[in-house]
């Protein structure tokens, strides 16, 4: 009785979440056309649909058309992003990106931040503060907010709640346990707070903005303090045996280099980027000296990665939309075709918020996954 309860229960879920990909993804629509596409069951079409309109997840409209039939024209769906929202946030121990992001993946208010400080800190003191202030200027309700999404840098546990290998995180020598603030913080905002890694949010974020699917591959690289990178493999995203997955600014292609436990990663370190974005913040670009030395060695890693995981498209990201992006993925795309043994295409990224977006797909799967199964 118990395994036929449980395969009940996961079949109603699985169906919920089939009609609910159908209504996101398309125009409004009637119950009798989700039946069709999805091959299920009318009267479970019904009953999700009444299940969804009850949640708010789906709006009734009075526009279908009948056609030459006799009678009225049947309702149309049309879905609802707006019913709840999430928090993303991406943080890298200097540059804060925080906004609210719908069920559709649309970032509807957005705010940047600069604070340096302990990690500690920062979860407890000033990030409640942000967030307070975002829901206050963006004049969305706080009740339709229901999780918020961190991205943090290095190797992030979201189930342990720690982090490692994040030099660039003050106060987070090591492994560091982030539990006790993490309680604090969902305390003071009153909703979840899902951990990930902000590479890997980022890539999320990206591959949602292209419309890429289960045919599709990714490498996103994250060009900040650090070198970080997301990989998505055939739609799906890759986080490795120990979530370790992706972290670039530890290639390593000098032969002589010797790992220590709190430096930065071999390649970060040879590119110098404190002094890169020194520049950049000085002079609004870099020198050309200093890209092509970014870009000599970022080409070597991203076409071995390329060339081994089969993955045809790189994207290169930074908090914020640089000019100099432009010409420096440009240089990248010359030297990874000469490198490369198959074509590689090298662009920027299309998501203006993209580590925003996919701090708060990840927390949002916690609120759809209750509503899968309520």
Known sequence: MKLESFIASDLKALNRKTVYGVLKSGEPISRAKIARETGISAPTVL????????????????????????????????????IMHAIGIKYDGYHLQIGLVNLASSVVFSMNRFIETEISVFLEEYLPECVSDLIEQSGIRKSSV?????????????????IDYAPFLLGSDNLFELKTHLDVLESKVGFPVVMANDANSAVQGEFAARNLGADDSLLYVELGRGLGAGIMLNGVLHKGAHSRAGELGYTVLGTLHQRTETDPGWIETEMELTAFWAEIAEKGSPSRERQEKIV??????????????????????????YPFLVSLVEDLQEEVNKKAIFEIRCETSVAANSGIIGSAVFAQELWLGDLFAG
């Open 296 to 321: 000599s060695l970022l080409s070597l890693a991203v076409t071995n990665i390329c060339i081994m995981l089969d993955i045809d498209l790189v994207v290169v990201g930074s908090g914020s939309k």
């Open 47 to 82: 009953k999700i649909i009444d299940y969804f309109l009850s949640k708010g997840v789906v709006e009734e409209l009075e526009s279908g058309n009948s056609g030459n039939r006799v009678g009225r024209k049947p309702k149309l769906l049309r879905f609802n992003p707006d």
């Open 146 to 162: 229901s999780c918020l999404g961190l991205g943090l840098p290095g190797v992030v546990d979201p189930e342990l709640k720690r």
